[in-house]
């Protein structure tokens, strides 16, 4: 007898014919139990009767017991998952429940005969007519539910994979950006622009009227007394006045504190000396523009002049930064050096009064009614150190002892600063607050708020009921799966690696400056400076631009390898959703738009082979998006030997997509219609092509649409016709005609016609176009003429 524990049954059917025929073949692939008990839990059917089976004792060279269920004739059976048979439990033998509407009917006498199945017994089952659909029908259930399960662990285990790849990238990226903020730290620091980062400027607002204040007292105290009791700073800390004294001051000591004291303590004799020798600096330099300021009664015309000269440069030196270069400048001055002993009296003094002024306040954790907490952002202490571990000999020194609330702010400031808001591989976040969804550890914000606090507030005080639909938007947006086009991100390293200058790209190459010609003639020099001037800021454009290109192949390349990411989304104040990753996303520019698809591809279909051509000629632009719809998809078929050319070599073919305005974008739309146009059926081609559908004036499409008005609804495309309308065109073509009438008139009587003359030629759509979009946003007078 066969124990139940053994017994590995499988089963296969044919669910389909199984519905229209109610006889159904049970064949044993090895000697089965003398009974098998068919559980109602898996064959409801049964009821609360058994089927008893009798077997012949002869054996199999099958390891495991198998059920197979046929129908008769045995014919193209799909098998499914083994525990569909849930147990056989052995039953007495004696046992002779029978089941109603179901009886054994024979035993095949020439098994070999059918099918082959030698050595094998059969039996036949009737059902009754109302058990085929629902046996078969929770069976398929079962399976389906099975199958859905192992999917799942599929998937499950891909996507802890690629959550835990998502978790270290964004841990990671972390810790590499406050590494590299500590590295922007020490480079503002040294070139004294650390007062620039964001936190240092919001300390600076609370820290410099006090300090000023104090600075102010120190200074009267220390005039009023007698020589003999003033303090040895005092001839000193009366030469700069106090605010520019107290700005000295916070700019030396917050670099310093910039500059990587992880203990955030900083020795006493190097910050006052550093504050020394920036306050002496800026005495001289004080001094200097002070005597060339006057004009004394036997100066000259030339030594006036002489003056004048010495005083731009080193006004300009200053500004440039360059601070060593402009005490070269005024050396000659005939003052004494201060030397580092009264360097370091006035600098701790100073130092004294901006412990005393400045000040930290803590989160308020209490109620709005208590006082507020305040406590001082710098302490001064004693620090011991030993010569070596173990050493008996000891060195005390003092120190500044930055509060921890400033070196926490510092971090936070670097945090939000530098974040690297990357394309996730997961799904982002559901939205459900203001700052609850997104990114999985980095700071996400459903608004750009820039900074404002009332916006903030705000924001946070939204509920969810309120603002789901928004979340439901945003995340709708966030769960759209992108990847990287590769066949345009190889054309476009082609493109970058032989210089750029080409399909929209920047020239990696500088512009040469002109030299400086050797002749004086003044309007030469003037023409030189000008076209230097020029050069430079071309250059600086350039690296921009060649910054900004490297940056969104730089993630191109990190991403080109996945089989998709995602795009955590945001609103700015208008309501507009963006992606939060800055450089490579679908909003960009034509390169990020042409390199990114869509990760999930559809097939094309009828209407899409359709509106694929029209996208395409709409990416030519160049007037063909103006033309109707038949127009435009005449303009496609009577290029397709270019098309299909620029697909198949776009680096050394004709380049007919190197003309169009969106040149990468271009060529993605040629590469998927050449596949389906070659491909034997067009229609079921796979695509991930984006098709854009672009609005017009969005904002006048709004005004249109509540005030109903025909008119303007035309202008914007609300309502169907012939040809796309264009209002920009329109209103450009309006404020010309006005123009034009203005310039006819009089200029002594109407002051307009003089300045209509002028500009009439300057009107175009371009220069329409940004004050009209704008106009719905609030656009203020100044804000078009800018």
């Known amino acids: 007898m066969a124990s139940a524990a053994a017994a590995s049954p499988s089963l296969s059917l044919n669910p389909t014919s199984h519905f229209q025929h109610q006889t159904s073949l049970v064949t044993w692939l090895k000697p089965p139990p003398s009974s098998a008990l068919f559980r109602r839990k898996t064959l409801p059917f049964f009821e609360r009767h058994s089927l008893p089976i009798s077997a012949s004792s002869s054996s199999s060279s099958s390891s495991s017991t198998s059920l197979s269920v046929h129908e008769k004739p045995i014919s193209n059976s799909v098998h499914f998952h083994g525990n569909l048979i849930e147990s056989f439990e052995n039953q007495d033998s004696s046992y002779a429940g029978t089941i109603k509407g179901a ?38 259930k079962m399976v389906d539910q099975t199958l859905k399960i192992e999917r799942k662990d599929i998937d499950k285990r891909k996507f802890d994979s690629l959550r835990r790849r998502q978790v270290k990238e964004e841990t990671e990226a972390w810790e ?42 120190e200074q009267k105290l ?9 303090a040895a700073y005092a001839p000193h800390i009366e030469l700069l006045p106090a605010d520019k004294m107290a700005v000295i001051v916070m700019h030396k000591m917050m670099g310093l504190v910039m500059s990587g004291h992880e203990d955030g303590c900083i020795q006493v004799v190097q910050a006052a000396v550093s504050i020394g020798i920036a306050i002496e600096q800026e005495v001289r330099i004080h001094n200097f523009l002070k005597r060339t300021r006057k004009n004394n009664a036997g100066d000259s015309q030339e030594e006036l002049k002489e003056k004048q ?49 400045a000040y930290v306040q803590p989160p308020l954790t209490q109620s709005g009614d208590s006082i507020p907490e305040f406590r001082p952002a710098f302490r001064h202490r004693f620090k011991t150190v030993t010569k070596y571990p173990g050493s008996k000999l000891v060195r005390r020194y003092g120190v500044i002892e930055c509060d921890s609330l400033l070196l926490a702010g510092l971090d936070k400031s670097a945090k ?11 799904p982002p976040k559901r939205w459900k607050g203001y700052d609850k969804g997104g990114y999985l550890f980095l700071p996400s914000y459903i608004m ?9 507030d705000a924001l946070k005080d939204i509920s969810h009921k309120t603002a789901h ?15 990287v086009n590769r066949n345009i991100l190889d054309v476009v390293e082609r493109l970058w690696a032989d210089g750029g200058n080409i399909a929209g790209l920047v020239n990696r190459e500088d512009v040469p400056i002109p030299e400086k010609p050797s002749s004086e003639d003044p309007e030469e020099l003037q023409s030189w400076k000008w076209s230097a001037r020029k050069a430079n800021k071309i250059n600086r454009e350039r690296h921009s631009l060649r910054c900004d290109v490297e940056l969104k192949l730089s993630v191109a390349r990190k991403m080109k390898d996945e089989e998709g990411f995602y795009y955590p989304h945001n609103l700015d104040f208008r309501g507009r959703a963006y992606p939060m990753h800055p450089h490579l996303n679908h909003l960009s520019s034509d390169l990020c738009r042409g390199t990114l698809e869509f990760a999930e591809g559809r097939p094309l279909g009828k209407s899409g082979l359709h509106w694929l051509k029209i996208h395409l000629a709409n990416l030519y632009a160049g007037g063909v998006e103006k033309l109707s719809h038949d127009a435009r998809l005449a303009f496609v078929e009577n290029h397709l030997d270019d098309i299909m050319d620029s697909a198949e070599n776009p680096i050394h073919g004709k380049r007919w997509w190197l003309k169009a305005e969106d040149p990468f974008q271009c060529l993605a739309a040629c590469v998927i219609l050449t596949q389906a146009l070659k491909s034997p059926s067009p229609y079921s081609v796979i695509s991930h092509l984006p098709i854009h559908q672009d609005g017009s004036c969005n904002g006048l499409q709004h005004y249109a649409a509540l005030g109903r008005d025909s008119f303007e609804a ?42 209509a003359k002028i500009l009439i030629t300057q009107v175009d759509r371009k220069l329409v176009k940004q004050t009209v979009m704008t106009s719905v946003y609030g656009v203020t007078y100044v804000g078009a003429r800018e």
């Open 103 to 140: 009886s054994l009917i024979e035993e095949l006498e020439n098994p070999v005969e059918r099918n082959g199945l030698s050595g094998r017994r059969r039996l036949f089952m009737q059902d009754p007519p109302w058990i085929s659909a629902l046996f078969l029908k929770g069976l398929s």
């Open 176 to 217: 590499r950006m406050v590494d590299e903020y500590r590295d922007l730290e020490k480079e503002m620091c040294e070139k004294n622009l650390a007062p620039n980062l964001p936190y240092v400027k919001h300390m600076f607002l609370g820290w410099f009227q006090p300090l000023k204040d104090v600075i102010e007292r």
């Open 222 to 230: 220390q005039k009023n007394k007698s020589k003999k009791v003033r």
């Open 309 to 357: 000269l010495l005083r731009k440069r080193v006004n300009s030196l200053i500004r440039r930064k360059r601070i060593i270069d402009a005490l070269k400048v005024v050396k000659s001055e005939g003052t004494k050096p201060w030397g580092r002993a009264t360097q370091a009296k006035l600098g701790s003094r100073l130092l004294e009064l901006l412990i005393e002024a």
């Open 416 to 426: 939000h600063m530098l974040i690297p808001y990357v394309p996730m591989l997961v």
């Open 448 to 456: 750009r708020t820039h900074g404002s606090k009332k916006q903030q």
């Open 469 to 483: 639909r928004v979340f439901e938007a945003l995340d709708t947006l966030g769960n759209t799966k992108w990847r």
């Open 714 to 755: 035309a202008a914007v495309n609300l309502v169907a016709g012939e040809k796309p309308a264009d209002v920009y065109s329109e209103i450009s073509r309006r404020v010309h005609e006005i123009m034009k009438k203005d310039s006819s008139k009089d200029p002594e009587s109407n002051p307009t016609a003089a300045l």
